[in-house]
């Protein structure tokens, strides 16, 4: 009689799922991402200086789209739902800094920058404004339809609304075309990092204000009561309300911060380029896209998505047509979720 | 007069009528514990006390005060804490910030409060920068008890305490039950354990149906023919 020999190892195949369904698997697979893009721009011959400068406008794009996504996932965490509206509300960051800055005096350049100092008031006045004005949606729409119990895909209908009717607004009042903060003053990159690479100074201002932000939004979560009991109200809002946190006060916020750092966003964006009605409405699929690569609700995971996508997005323009970089960044998300459902960020099996 | 007095409440989720004309009271210091089978609206009765769900009907009063239909955070600022059966920690938080979060209404240091519950669970103190959502059922519910502490609450209301845990650690909660009694914390508990929680209860309630069916002294309870047959296995 012979016994078939029973193989108790897992097979190989099986080991590699493993493998990749860990947390480490998921660094894995971003490198093996970024190794095909790094090939594929080595087989088109793209000289190393223009990757180097590519990723480094990757790295400002990211960090651009960081700060809106963070305020998605703070969104979705607190108060599950998907909000629509969010790129819109970067658009309407960058209209409400055009119009504050069309109304104060126009001073001096600062420096090797192409804005003097009532750039950053506008800044300023753009978060505020968009910070309330998604409270007051948050106040007028959706507290009414949680109030009603109301299904989230309904409620995410509704935020698809109120991104329509935020951009019907910025059309109606500023027109279809292309603004720009500083019309016709020059901006050359004259900013010389390393490697003979050169940027433009407004571009390194956007990139230090977005890690200003992001130390502002660790600090706020790990270290205020405000924070602790957003992160405690997105794990668990009834054993929020049972420890006596007020969670109503808690969304309020949660919305004010969300907005805010969308209009800094929206902001920052429109210095790099241009302002357009639609321009945060093309940059929502990129936002969610952070957001969900990161795990939904995790704001560590949204930045590193974020920056993930926003150097994928450029580098891969090396070789690609730009227009496709919004694909590029669903492309690599779509890769790590197959592998890993819950994102970069989240335990397995939940 | 009693701490907490529940008269006549009735109450359900949605159209559904869970409880029906539920009445107990819970007096200073005591520890008083609920039986009853699955279903009997045990649970339920602690989510109406807690204003987690909105009695439809009879009064709830603690300590002189009408709290039925007040919000969860208004309630906990009288003095009445909650520890649910599940779900009863913040996974993704800390210890140290899970116990932050029982103490978010107090203004000022918590250095001192949270020393107490260390005190109370040296385990706790040992893991205290550790995720709560990775930390064993048993040094869960010593967070979940911890965090309800923090507000140094007149009376703690516990879900099932020792569901799902192991008999060792069984008999750890409930020893630490009996210490935060001790130290003047009246308890209202809920329990499918039932000789166990009766053994520690001044007295009982015997819940089937959403209804009360008996009450008594712990000892009463235990040596009722029927409560034995019913509830204690023989």
Same mark, same amino acid.
């Given at each position: 009689?012979?016994?078939?020999?029973?193989?108790?190892?897992?097979?190989?195949?099986?080991?590699?799922?493993?493998?990749?369904?860990?947390?480490?698997?998921?660094?894995?697979?971003?490198?093996?991402?970024?190794?095909?893009?790094?090939?594929?721009?080595?087989?088109?011959?793209?000289?190393?200086?223009?990757?180097?400068?590519?990723?480094?406008?990757?790295?400002?794009?990211?960090?651009?789209?960081?700060?809106?996504?963070?305020?998605?996932?703070?969104?979705?965490?607190?108060?599950?739902?998907?909000?629509?509206?969010?790129?819109?509300?970067?658009?309407?960051?960058?209209?409400?800094?055009?119009?504050?800055?069309?109304?104060?005096?126009?001073?001096?350049?600062?420096?090797?920058?192409?804005?003097?100092?009532?750039?950053?008031?506008?800044?300023?006045?753009?978060?505020?404004?968009?910070?309330?004005?998604?409270?007051?949606?948050?106040?007028?729409?959706?507290?009414?339809?949680?109030?009603?119990?109301?299904?989230?895909?309904?409620?995410?209908?509704?935020?698809?609304?109120?991104?329509?009717?935020?951009?019907?607004?910025?059309?109606?009042?500023?027109?279809?075309?292309?603004?720009?903060?500083?019309?016709?003053?020059?901006?050359?990159?004259?900013?010389?990092?390393?490697?003979?690479?050169?940027?433009?100074?407004?571009?390194?201002?956007?990139?230090?204000?977005?890690?200003?932000?992001?130390?502002?939004?660790?600090?706020?979560?790990?270290?205020?009561?405000?924070?602790?009991?957003?992160?405690?109200?997105?794990?668990?809002?009834?054993?929020?309300?049972?420890?006596?946190?007020?969670?109503?006060?808690?969304?309020?916020?949660?919305?004010?911060?969300?907005?805010?750092?969308?209009?800094?966003?929206?902001?920052?964006?429109?210095?790099?380029?241009?302002?357009?009605?639609?321009?945060?409405?093309?940059?929502?699929?990129?936002?969610?896209?952070?957001?969900?690569?990161?795990?939904?609700?995790?704001?560590?995971?949204?930045?590193?998505?974020?920056?993930?996508?926003?150097?994928?997005?450029?580098?891969?323009?090396?070789?690609?047509?730009?227009?496709?970089?919004?694909?590029?960044?669903?492309?690599?998300?779509?890769?790590?979720?197959?592998?890993?459902?819950?994102?970069?960020?989240?335990?397995?099996?939940? | 007069?009693?701490?907490?007095?529940?008269?006549?409440?009735?109450?359900?989720?949605?159209?559904?009528?869970?409880?029906?004309?539920?009445?107990?009271?819970?007096?200073?210091?005591?520890?008083?514990?609920?039986?009853?089978?699955?279903?009997?609206?045990?649970?339920?009765?602690?989510?109406?006390?807690?204003?987690?769900?909105?009695?439809?009907?009879?009064?709830?009063?603690?300590?002189?005060?009408?709290?039925?239909?007040?919000?969860?955070?208004?309630?906990?600022?009288?003095?009445?804490?909650?520890?649910?059966?599940?779900?009863?920690?913040?996974?993704?938080?800390?210890?140290?910030?899970?116990?932050?979060?029982?103490?978010?209404?107090?203004?000022?240091?918590? /250095?001192?409060?949270?020393?107490?519950?260390? $005190?109370?669970?040296?385990? *706790? #103190?040992?893991? =205290?920068? %550790?995720?709560? +959502?990775?930390?064993?059922?048993?040094?869960?519910?010593?967070?979940?008890?911890?965090?309800?502490?923090?507000?140094?609450?007149?009376?703690?209301?516990?879900?099932?305490?020792?569901?799902?845990?192991?008999?060792?650690?069984?008999?750890?909660?409930?020893?630490?039950?009996?210490?935060?009694?001790?130290?003047?914390?009246?308890?209202?508990?809920?329990?499918?354990? /039932?000789?166990?929680?009766?053994?520690?209860? $001044?007295?009982?309630?015997? *819940? #089937?149906?959403? =209804?009360? %069916?008996?009450? +008594?002294?712990?000892?009463?309870?235990?040596?009722?023919?029927?409560?034995?047959?019913?509830?204690?296995?023989?």
């Amino acid at each position: 009689m012979t016994e078939t020999p029973v193989n108790l190892q897992p097979r190989p195949i099986e080991r590699i799922r493993t493998l990749m369904a860990s947390r480490l698997g998921g660094v894995i697979l971003l490198l093996m991402v970024f190794a095909i893009i790094l090939i594929a721009t080595l087989v088109k011959g793209v000289p190393t200086q223009q990757l180097v400068s590519l990723t480094v406008r990757g790295l400002m794009l990211g960090g651009i789209i960081a700060l809106g996504a963070i305020g998605l996932t703070l969104i979705s965490g607190v108060l599950k739902m998907a909000n629509f509206a969010h790129g819109d509300f970067m658009s309407l960051g960058a209209y409400m800094a055009l119009l504050a800055i069309a109304l104060l005096p126009t001073g001096q350049p600062m420096g090797p920058f192409s804005f003097g100092p009532e750039f950053l008031a506008a800044l300023l006045f753009a978060m505020l404004v968009v910070g309330f004005i998604a409270w007051l949606f948050d106040r007028f729409i959706y507290r009414r339809l949680r109030a009603r119990r109301t299904m989230s895909v309904v409620i995410a209908m509704a935020s698809l609304g109120v991104a329509l009717l935020v951009r019907s607004l910025i059309y109606i009042s500023w027109g279809g075309d292309f603004s720009f903060f500083y019309t016709g003053r020059a901006r050359p990159a004259t900013a010389e990092l390393f490697m003979g690479i050169r940027v433009r100074p407004d571009q390194l201002f956007i990139l230090g204000l977005a890690v200003v932000f992001i130390i502002m939004i660790w600090f706020v979560l790990e270290r205020t009561r405000l924070g602790k009991a957003m992160r405690a109200t997105a794990d668990n809002p009834d054993l929020a309300r049972i420890s006596g946190i007020n969670t109503d006060r808690v969304v309020m916020w949660t919305w004010f911060i969300g907005g805010a750092l969308a209009g800094a966003s929206g902001v920052m964006y429109g210095l790099d380029a241009q302002l357009r009605p639609e321009m945060g409405w093309f940059l929502l699929l990129p936002l969610f896209a952070s957001v969900i690569l990161g795990t939904l609700g995790n704001p560590y995971g949204a930045l590193v998505g974020a920056l993930v996508i926003g150097v994928a997005w450029q580098v891969s323009s090396a070789f690609l047509n730009p227009a496709y970089g919004p694909a590029v960044a669903f492309v690599v998300m779509i890769i790590v979720l197959l592998f890993r459902p819950q994102g970069l960020f989240g335990k397995a099996g939940s | 007069m009693a701490l907490l007095e529940v008269r006549g409440v009735t109450s359900g989720y949605g159209q559904m009528e869970v409880l029906h004309d539920i009445s107990l009271e819970v007096g200073s210091g005591e520890i008083v514990s609920i039986i009853g089978p699955n279903g009997a609206g045990k649970s339920t009765a602690m989510k109406a006390v807690f204003g987690l769900l909105k009695p439809w009907q009879g009064e709830i009063v603690f300590d002189g005060k009408q709290i039925g239909g007040l919000s969860p955070d208004r309630i906990v600022q009288l003095g009445l804490c909650f520890v649910p059966q599940v779900e009863n920690v913040f996974p993704n938080l800390t210890v140290d910030e899970n116990l932050d979060m029982g103490g978010y209404l107090v203004r000022g240091s918590l /250095a001192a409060r949270k020393q107490r519950i260390f $005190d109370m669970f040296p385990r *706790l #103190a040992e893991r =205290r920068r %550790q995720r709560a +959502g990775k930390m064993s059922g048993g040094e869960r519910q010593m967070v979940a008890m911890g965090r309800a502490l923090m507000l140094e609450p007149r009376l703690l209301m516990l879900d099932e305490p020792s569901a799902g845990l192991a008999p060792l650690m069984v008999d750890v909660i409930f020893e630490t039950i009996r210490t935060i009694n001790d130290a003047g914390v009246a308890v209202l508990m809920v329990e499918q354990n /039932a000789r166990k929680s009766l053994e520690l209860a $001044d007295r009982g309630y015997v *819940l #089937a149906t959403g =209804r009360n %069916q008996l009450d +008594g002294n712990g000892d009463e309870l235990l040596d009722n023919p029927e409560v034995a047959r019913l509830y204690l296995g023989g």
